[in-house]
Nanobody, 127 residues
Framework: QVHLAESGGGSVQIGGSLKLSCAAS????????LGWFRQTPGKEREGVAV???????DYGDSVKGRFTISQDYAKTTLYLQMDSLKPEDTATYYC?????????????????????WGQGTQVTVPS
């Protein structure tokens, strides 16, 4: 059974940094796509970043150059390093998983591509 649990959210000033973590388990290590989505009230969920089992990463256009997705060596924790934060980054951030990896594994893929979701963690960047 896939288990995804986010942590690390909070409030940070404009231009600051925050690192989200996701404890991930129950997915096959040979072929997977893990990622982050975000959502603000009244808007659809937006793809932020993904990482494949082979280490390939991709990002949504709105976060390229500012956010970095990574995994620990044991592949039990997914991270999202967020730098140069803006008020428009304010959202609930979700950890997601899909396996085996599909052509859907790209930064701004639709949420329907991912079958497994965490509960979310709130990030707030006050204007």
């Amino acid at each position: 059974q896939v288990h995804l649990a986010e942590s690390g959210g909070g409030s940070v000033q404009i231009g600051g940094s925050l690192k989200l973590s996701c404890a991930a388990s129950g997915y096959p290590s040979s072929s997977y796509c893990l990622g982050w989505f975000r959502q603000t009230p009244g808007k659809e969920r937006e793809g932020v970043a993904v990482i494949e089992h082979d280490g390939r990463t991709d990002y949504g256009d709105s976060v390229k150059g500012r956010f970095t997705i990574s995994q620990d060596y044991a592949k039990t924790t997914l991270y999202l390093q967020m730098d140069s934060l803006k008020p428009e980054d304010t959202a609930t951030y979700y950890c997601v998983a899909d396996f085996p990896v599909s052509p859907c594994c790209y930064g701004d893929a639709p949420p329907s591509c991912f079958n497994h979701w965490g509960q979310g963690t709130q990030v707030t960047v006050p204007s």
